[in-house]
């Protein structure tokens, strides 16, 4: 990844979209120590200074228990957690996807719920009792 990142060095900054990141989030265990002190070192350490590299991460854990060493002051610039949408918020999405009118009933709304609307009785499996994607 060094080389990409470097050769890409054009006096601008450089965003690395990392999807799925909860390896790199997470407090440190065995399992992912070397792969967040290699982020941080990436971010904000020597190698990071140099490329000039910001990480933008993404997860679909809930209530995740960062790192601290992510969370100290200057290394984290947000943090953002999508909650479901109430229903006036989802039918505006829902609208504007052209989809057909959301039911009444239900009174929150995860992006893939209104994304599978109106399929959503429709995918085998589901445990209509709980919400389909995330939430927080």
């Not at 969370?71 to 989809?99: H, M, N």
Request: proline share 5%; aromatic share 6%.
């Amino acid at each position: 990844l060094l080389p990409v990142l470097l050769d890409l060095k054009n006096g601008k900054r450089t965003f690395l979209v990392v999807e799925d990141a909860d390896m790199l989030l997470l407090k440190r265990k065995g399992d992912n120590q070397t792969a967040i002190a290699e982020m941080l070192n990436l971010s904000d350490g020597i190698i990071g200074k140099a490329i000039d590299v910001a990480i933008i991460t993404s997860t679909n854990g809930q209530s995740l228990e960062l790192d601290p060493a992510i969370t100290r002051p200057g290394r984290l610039c947000r943090r953002v957690e999508f909650t479901a949408l109430d229903y006036e918020q989802a039918s505006k999405i829902a609208t504007s996807l052209e989809k057909p009118a959301l039911p009444k009933n239900k009174k929150y709304w995860t992006l893939a719920e209104i994304y599978a609307w109106p399929h959503l009785d429709n995918i085998e499996g589901l445990d209509k009792s709980k919400p389909v994607g995330f939430s927080i």
